[in-house]
């Protein structure tokens, strides 16, 4: 079902010295900021030859990462997205073996534009796990 | 300086129950498990097409997984390993800019017997971050 590692996402308090710190002491690729409210988020990508690591910085009062910047105030690793060919499919056949997707359950159009769903920590080795339609 | 993501690694309580929720739930390819005892972990890959996540599981008695599966019960993101051209170039040049790395500060054989060293997490937005030898 999981095909490629489509981005691991790391929350942080600040993104402009978390992106100066990719970008100046690893050398790494890096994007402009872009803000996305209608996610409360603002993303910087890090591009990796293989992968990307999206630095998230919370976005507006109702952001979903203030509690988790509030256990984890020097930042952390929020979540993994895994790419799956058929979203549709992917999310019936998760429920049906028992897997419990957050929110509506139902797919809705993520960070990229593309329809998107989270799995449950628990239910996942602690892992919040994003899937993201291919 | 950093290329490829290697390996996102993900300690787990129990690496068979871990494995099959990979293998079945997620439909991934899995590897054979591998103690390594030097290490204190048995590990198990789950081969993405573009990287790896490596499953640990604790090993023996002081295995460096004990404390963080004592804060985190289900499991959870441990750290993310990247590869580097010139370990030791790139330590120094860590190291010049204040980054501080764990233990004796030198590269070290990792788990797949190249050279490896890790950054402390306090330093990198609250990530844990292996640098290893392409």
Known sequence: MI???????IAVPDLAAATALY???LGARVSEPAPQPEHGVTTV?????NTKIELLEPLGADSPLARFL???PDGGIHHLCYEVDDIAAASKQLEAAGTRIL???Q????AHGKPVLFL?????LGTLIELEQA
Chains 1, 2 share one sequence.
Do not use: I, Q, T
Not at 45 to 49: D, N
Not at 107 to 110: A, E, M, Y
Not at 120 to 124: I, R, V, Y
């Open 120 to 124: 449950h920590p628990k239910d996942f």
């Open 107 to 110: 797919p809705r159009p993520g």
């Open 103 to 105: 929110g509506s359950g």
């Open 3 to 9: 095909g490629r590692l489509n981005h691991v996402a």
């Open 45 to 49: 990508f890090v591009e990796l030859p």
């Open 70 to 72: 509030e256990r984890n």
């Open 23 to 25: 970008r100046d002491r």
